[in-house]
């Protein structure tokens, strides 16, 4: 491969020279390479899941919810901010919340509740447990409110592909949960660690669309 790669631009232009490619007016070299790189780095955007009822402004900037006595499973997650012509997006924000292992909300205070920031290459992560089923939800889930400047506000879910309500098929019995809008945001999980200290672990990528 060339220590210096061609532009887009640049290699629509020698290809018009040498009769390689033509371009059927409206359409311009610029306008033509632009459309071409989008689509070359084109990702799906993530999702859209309901913000829920229990979303709270001002929560604590930390990637530790879990404190060190905190009971349950043990759940560290990670991921990265993209947009949807797969550019980092390291100026996002992102704030999680979740219900406790016993599928508790903490509404008078920020328990299980973090506000995040992106490194410079959009990584994010943070430490929590697994969340508890509560009655007027089917699934285990994370809730997600995600913003970056120039793109639209997301608000979504992750699910867990291990959650008993799924069976061990979340292909087939995701649909189980109403408010579970795509099977993209069933995510597998990695247990790690030594039997006394099982870590469950989730990849979770975020991608924006433009405004």
């Known amino acids: ?12 232009e020698r290809c018009l020279a040498l009769g390689t490619v033509t371009i059927a007016a409206p359409v311009s070299v610029p306008a033509a390479a632009t459309a071409w790189q989008q689509h070359e780095k084109s990702l799906p955007p993530t999702p859209f899941c309901e ?10 900037k930390t990637g530790s919810l879990r404190g060190p006595s905190d009971p349950g499973l043990p759940l560290s997650v990670a991921g990265r901010v993209f947009s949807v012509r797969g ?15 016993l ?5 008078e205070g920020y328990r299980y509740r973090a506000r995040l920031r992106p490194n410079g290459k959009g990584k994010y992560e943070f430490d929590s447990v697994m969340p508890g089923h509560y009655p007027a939800r089917v699934c285990q889930h994370i809730h ?21 309500a799924f069976e061990g098929d979340p292909d087939k019995n995701y649909g189980r949960d109403p408010l579970i809008t ?8 990695t247990l790690t660690g030594d039997p006394q200290q099982v870590l469950a672990a989730v990849h979770f990528d975020i991608v924006l669309e433009k405004l």
Not at 1 to 12: K, Q, Y
Not at 51 to 60: E, N, V
Not at 88 to 100: F, G, K, N, R, S
């Open 51 to 60: 913000l829920g009822p229990f979303y709270k402004r001002l929560a604590p």
């Open 87 to 101: 550019d980092a997006l390291p100026e996002a924000v992102i704030e999680v919340w979740q219900a406790d292992h």
């Open 1 to 12: 491969m060339p220590a210096n790669p061609l532009s887009r631009r640049e290699l629509l």
């Open 144 to 164: 997600y409110l995600v913003i970056a400047p120039g793109h639209k506000p997301l608000t979504t879910q992750l699910y867990f592909a291990t959650d008993p």
């Open 182 to 189: 795509s099977r993209e945001l069933v995510r597998p999980v």
């Open 103 to 107: 599928g508790r909300y903490d509404n």
